[in-house]
């Protein structure tokens, strides 16, 4: 049995470091495809546009789809992923998060900090209105890409 102390607290050492580092990750992606509207390169396709507007900015730019807002409206579903997910005090100056909620049939788009300035209520329906004919359609990912133009 004492063999083993030594083992199981260099596995718990390990296991703890690979969780550390697996959060890092999480939380470098800026895409959360929930609800499976992208395919896996629409999905690349997306990160590097949102990591190219994170670093142009040094804002965030994240883009959620969900099918399960688990019984929220689209707005405080897309406020409480940002905060749970660390995006409102993250090293950024803010940001903006893209929701397409397939359970309310709802878009919406949330922005913290220094972007309520840049995204002001009727910038944010100029955003919507720019890919809403391509969501009417099915055409999701074509929709956030011209939002995120």
Known sequence: ????????GAVLVLLL????????????????????????????DLRERTDLLR???NMNMVV?????????DAQDYGDDFYMDNGF???EEK?????????????????TAGDMQ???????VEDVID?????IKAGKYYQAVCRMLE
Do not use: H
């Open 55 to 57: 670093e142009q900015y």
């Open 1 to 8: 049995m004492r063999n083993r102390k030594p083992f199981l």
């Open 88 to 90: 409102y005090d993250n």
């Open 94 to 110: 803010g940001g903006a998060q893209f929701l397409i909620d397939m359970d309310n049939r709802e878009v919406w788009i949330s």
């Open 130 to 134: 720019a890919g809403y004919s391509e």
């Open 17 to 44: 470091a690979v969780l550390c580092q697996m959060s890092v990750l999480a939380a470098q992606s800026q895409v959360f495809d929930q609800a499976g509207l992208f395919d896996s390169s629409q999905n690349t």
């Open 117 to 123: 300035y840049y995204l002001t209520d009727a910038r």
């Open 64 to 72: 959620v789809t969900t099918d399960d807002a688990q019984g929220k």
